[in-house]
C-alpha cells in the first residue's frame, strides 16, 4: 500500500513538470490580413495644414474679332465731337468747329491750310494722302459712318471714297488744304450742313526754323490725325 502511494505522487509530480513544456513547445502561427493597409497619395505632404501647389494656368488667347460694319469712322454724333477728336485743323480755326462753301470749287482746295490746333503742335508741310471721309448727318443715321455708306433717300449715286481729299494749297512753305472731286448725279444737293471728317493717312511735318521737311508721317489707324468741318452748299 505504501508503495502505491508514492507511485502516484511520483507521477503527479512528473505531470506537473511536462505541462509546461509542452506547452511551450506550441507553435502559433499568423496570417496576415487579406485587406492591405491602405496609404493615401496625399500621405507624402509633410503636415495636413501644408498650402496647396499653385495649378499652373495657361494663357488664355481668344480668336481676333472681326471688325463691326462701319467701324471705320470714329465713334462721334456731332461735328462738335469731331473736332475736339482731331488735333489738325485749318489755319484761323483753331478754337470752333469751320464751315465752308463746297458747292462751287472743284478739284482744288476749298479751305485754308492745314494746321495744328495748338501752337506747340507739328507745323503740317504737305499732305501726300488722305483717307476715306467719314461724314455725319442729322438726315442719316445722325453718327460717323464713311462717305461711300452714306446713302440718304432720294441720292441717285453713291459717293467715291476719295470725294473729299487733299489737294496742295499756295503758301510760302508746303502746305495742303482740303477739295472735292465733281459731284455726280444729285450729291450736291446731300452735301448742305453734312459734317465732314478727313482723315490724314501721310503727310509731312516741317521744321518751324527753316521749313525743311523733319518727319514724314503715316497714321495705321483713324485716329486723331484729322480734319473736320461743315460742308456748306447754296
Known sequence: MKSAVVFAL???????????QVISQKKYSYTPSPTPYYYSQYTSSPSPYAPAPTPKVEPTTYPTPAPTPGSYCPPVYSC????????FTFDGYS???PAFSVDKVIDRSFTPR?????????????????GQACVVSQYYQRR????S???????????SPSFFKSFGYPYYHQASGIGRETAQGNQAIFLKDVCVIV????????????????????PTSFGSDCVAFIARTA
Open 95 to 97: 478754337t470752333s468747329v
Open 114 to 130: 492745314i494746321v495744328s490746333k495748338t501752337p506747340y503742335g507739328p507745323l503740317v508741310g504737305h499732305v501726300d494722302s488722305t
Open 199 to 218: 482723315p490724314l493717312t501721310a503727310y509731312q511735318v516741317l521744321s518751324p526754323k527753316d521749313f525743311r521737311v523733319i518727319d514724314n508721317i503715316h
Open 149 to 159: 455708306l452714306f446713302r440718304p433717300a432720294g441720292l441717285s449715286q453713291s459717293f
Open 10 to 20: 511520483t507521477l503527479l509530480i512528473i505531470g506537473c513538470h511536462a505541462v509546461p
Open 144 to 147: 460717323a459712318v464713311p462717305i
Open 80 to 87: 462738335k465731337d469731331a473736332f475736339a477728336k482731331c488735333k
